[in-house]
């Protein structure tokens, strides 16, 4: 499954109802048109193994043969596989990947809108005759091996999630809670180090933090010099005579 949907981030509604049609569609061309192979011994001499495997088979005509499973059931399978086209359901799977890979998640972390995916009932049970499923594909045996292998891969530039920036914290802030009061002792004091900060904290809150903290402490002072600095440059701008 994961050489059809990728690797790529996918949230919310609207990707969530592309990924369910597209695993509605595939559920149908797996299960009567994907013939695997299933393991039915295996035997190891030393470092080799032996390994036998039964006729490949699709889970459609497994099922064909199973005694415990009523006639019934068996009857519908046959009826849903005789209006089932397997091209038409390669080029819908082809067109739902499509439309999925629409919904990844950008460098910039958005992703961009398209029309909703085809409703449920356009492809479970086409109204073609057994007749017409084999004229078209007679028609289209000459592209049915290049849709095959194009469903399989995306066609699409994957995206480079790494370069997404981070808006999401991993665990919550050790420092939150005294945040004001750091904050007002650097802005008396700019150039204390976060180390005289976390020692004065350990000082005052023992049972809240640890010398191993440091490192969070640091990226935080880090930041808020950063907005300082951000700061006074617009401030300057502002001021600057002529602006």
Do not use: C
């Not at 907005?227 to 600057?240: P, T």
């Amino acid at each position: 499954m994961r050489r059809i949907i990728g690797y790529d981030r996918f949230e919310g509604r609207e990707a969530w109802e592309a990924l369910s049609e597209l695993y509605r569609v595939l559920r149908v061309y797996v299960n009567f048109f994907q013939p695997s192979l299933k393991l039915l011994s295996k035997q190891r001499n030393g470092a080799k193994v032996s390994k036998k495997y039964d006729t490949a088979k699709t889970p459609h005509q497994r099922i064909l043969l199973v005694d415990t499973i009523d006639q019934k059931i068996k009857d519908t399978l046959d009826e849903q596989y005789k209006m089932l086209d397997p091209v038409a359901l390669l080029s819908k799977l082809e067109q739902l990947q499509s439309q999925l890979f629409e919904y990844a998640w950008s460098n910039k972390g958005s992703h961009r809108t398209i029309e909703a995916p085809v409703a449920p009932h356009d492809l479970i049970a086409l109204p073609e005759p057994k007749e017409a499923t084999e004229n078209s594909e007679r028609k289209n045996i000459a592209s049915t091996s290049e849709k095959a292998m194009l469903y399989h891969y995306r066609q699409t530039k994957k995206n480079d999630n790494t370069k997404r920036p981070r808006d999401w914290r991993t665990r919550k802030d050790p420092f939150e809670r005294v945040w004001d009061e750091i904050k007002l002792k650097l802005e008396l004091n700019p150039e204390q180090m976060a180390k005289a900060l976390l020692e004065g904290l350990i000082a005052k809150y023992p049972d809240d933090f640890i010398a191993g903290q440091l490192r969070t402490l640091q990226r935080r002072v880090s930041h808020w010099r950063r907005e300082q600095l951000d700061q006074e440059a617009r401030l300057r701008a502002i001021m600057r005579p002529g602006a």
